[in-house]
């Protein structure tokens, strides 16, 4: 149980237009999701919380505008990296947070998704 | 600014050896502490997690948290080949939200 998946895996895109990256809880439902970002050799750096139909939090430093992020149920939340450029190519990884926990505060990783911008 | 450090290696350990691995961390609030093993190009998958003092163990691993010293570790004994990854130090802040540490690469050697 407690899986996550991210879609598309990979990704390859101009510079300048616009990805978006798909997870899904797929056997629970969670309030809120995560994303991350991991560049190459570095650890993994939030970006936002999503929660379920409301706005998301943007971690300092993280450009709303540019990172939508949409968390339109309960299973699903989506990150557009618009008018995206090379700096942006990343390892983009989603989280998913429970809606039933108990006292755990664990969270279910995605396995990914691997953003080049060319 | 809340930090999460680690030593980033590499820590190379003979197979059958135990590897032992160390996280501080800044936040004295911080309630939930998480290890996770990452293979390179995949996403971290969770050894274990720990929120009270002491020892808690699972089959070959056990994790160490002394609230007091803001210091968590993370023992693996007989080690094996396939333990050669990076392990994250995860602690929580701001609700659920996790801070991550830069890792360290454990390298187990046959």
């Known amino acids: 149980g407690a899986v996550v998946s991210q879609h598309p895996s990979r990704v390859i895109c101009k510079s300048g237009t616009s990805v978006k990256i798909e997870c899904r809880s797929l056997d629970f439902q969670a309030t809120t999701m995560f994303w991350y970002r991991q560049f190459p050799k570095q650890s993994l750096m939030l970006m936002a919380t999503s929660n379920e139909g409301s706005k998301a939090t943007y971690e300092q430093g993280v450009e709303k505008d540019k990172f939508l992020i949409n968390h339109a149920s309960l299973t699903l939340s989506t990150l557009t990296v618009t008018s995206a450029h090379p700096e942006d190519s990343s390892f983009y990884i989603c989280s998913a947070l429970p809606l039933e926990r108990g006292h755990t505060y664990e969270q279910y990783f995605g396995p990914g998704t691997r953003l080049t911008v060319t | 600014q809340k930090e999460v450090e680690q030593n980033s290696g590499p820590l190379s350990v003979p197979e059958g050896a135990i590897a032992s691995l160390n996280c501080t961390y800044s936040?004295?609030?911080?309630?939930?502490f998480f290890w996770y093993r990452q293979y390179s190009g995949k996403s971290p998958e969770l050894i274990m997690f720990?929120?009270?003092?002491g020892d808690k163990e699972d089959g070959r691993f056990t994790a160490q948290l002394n609230k007091a010293s803001q210091y968590v570790s993370l023992l693996i004994r007989d080690s094996q080949p396939s333990d050669s990854a990076t392990y994250l130090c995860?602690?929580?802040?701001?609700?659920?939200?996790?801070?991550f540490g830069k890792g360290t690469s454990l390298l187990v050697t046959p």
């Open positions: 995860a602690v929580n802040y701001s609700g659920y939200a996790l801070n």
């Open positions: 720990i929120y009270s003092n």
């Open positions: 936040d004295r609030g911080s309630q939930s």
